[in-house]
């Protein structure tokens, strides 16, 4: 009998977390989501930037990525990232090192590049919060809060109205910080062999490689 009961609270649980979702925000994630996973490959350059609690914004700096299947590439200042599918390359510009790990997709990040339009469908409440224009395209505005706290207090998706596509998105951890994504020139579908994921050694000469597998 206790059992059952156990049983019986956890579905409704589960229910009423799944009505108690904003039916519109729900409407515009999966749309996003939908457009993603229908892509064999993409890539965009991208800006980010921090900002102060107190609204102090930091010194923008840019990169680009690309994605193919849980693979990408990210260049950022300083620093090129390489997911194979099955091992990270980290290389740093400074030290000319780079280091190598094993890619465990279950521990994957869920903010790593192939996942960050997927976030919102573990652990979080959203809601829709309303639209914003930028540079004369309307776009969507979800916010979604962890349902257990974490380092992240906040994330905030923006999403073109027409293409679906994540134009931007806000991190706000516990400080009040936030980072700042700002997306650009995204071509969906360009090709990309798998080559292009693997960190050669041989265009890095003198690389210190360091092997933490």
């Not at 019986?8 to 009423?16: A, E, L, R």
């Not at 869920?110 to 309303?130: E, H, M, R, T, V």
């Amino acid at each position: 009998m206790k059992k059952l009961k156990v049983l019986v609270i956890v579905m409704f649980s589960s229910v009423m977390m799944a009505f108690g979702q904003d039916a519109k925000a729900d409407a515009i994630l999966e749309a996003m989501s939908a457009k993603y996973k229908k892509m064999q490959t993409f890539k965009a350059d991208f800006s980010y930037a921090t900002v102060s609690s107190a609204g102090k914004m930091g010194r923008k700096r840019t990169g680009q990525i690309a994605v193919k299947g849980v693979k990408f590439k990210l260049n950022m200042v300083g620093q090129e990232i390489y997911n194979n599918g099955s091992e990270i390359y980290s290389f740093v510009k400074e030290t000319n090192e780079v280091n190598i790990t094993e890619y465990d997709d279950s521990a994957d990040s869920q903010f790593s590049p192939a996942n960050i339009y997927n976030i919102y469908k573990k652990g979080y409440k959203y809601k829709y919060n309303g639209s914003t224009n930028i540079s004369g395209t309307s776009y969507d505005v979800v916010e979604l809060v962890p349902i257990k706290k974490n380092n992240v207090s906040k994330v905030e998706l923006v999403v073109d109205k027409n293409s679906k596509i994540l134009k931007r998105w806000k991190l706000w951890d516990s400080s009040g910080k936030q980072t700042v994504f700002d997306v650009s020139n995204f071509v969906a579908n360009p090709t990309l062999s798998d080559s292009y994921f693997k960190f050669n050694t041989a265009n890095y000469p003198g690389v210190e490689v360091v092997d933490l597998r």
